[in-house]
């Protein structure tokens, strides 16, 4: 079992950066593939990044290649996306997501990831 808490969350206008942070409870954090999902109004879950248990490998919705950065301290059980150029159309709650994994892969399906916190609000608006 592994408990999430994001922080971070917040107003910004277009164009700004953020940077979610995602503390894991536990002594097994490095045995965890991690993911960030986002959700608005009346819309899915979808995958933003995924980061593998070492951090080694990682993943980016299409959208937000070249902009947000996930990243992972394992000595701190936390995991972090940054996200930069921020786009009005990037207003969600933000979801944290881990699932127990020893391997050297990732994932990105909602169904993969066991464990969820509880979100975190992004509002981007001038």
């Known amino acids: 079992q592994v408990q999430l808490v994001e922080s971070g969350g917040g107003l910004v206008q277009p164009g700004g950066s953020l940077r979610l942070s995602c503390a894991a409870s536990g002594r097994t954090f490095s045995s965890y593939a991690m993911g960030w999902f986002r959700q608005a109004p009346g819309k899915e879950r979808d995958i933003v990044a995924a980061i593998a248990p070492s951090g080694a490998r990682r993943y980016y919705a299409d959208s937000v290649k070249g902009r947000f950065f996930i990243s992972r301290d394992n000595a701190k059980n936390t995991v972090y996306l940054q996200m930069n150029s921020l786009k009005p159309e990037e207003t969600a709650v933000y979801y944290c997501?881990?699932?127990?994994?020893?391997?050297?892969?990732?994932?990105?399906?909602?169904?993969?990831?066991?464990?969820w916190g509880q979100g975190t609000q992004v509002t981007v608006s001038s």
């Open positions: 997501a881990a699932r127990s994994y020893s391997g050297r892969y990732y994932f990105t399906g909602r169904d993969e990831y066991a464990f």
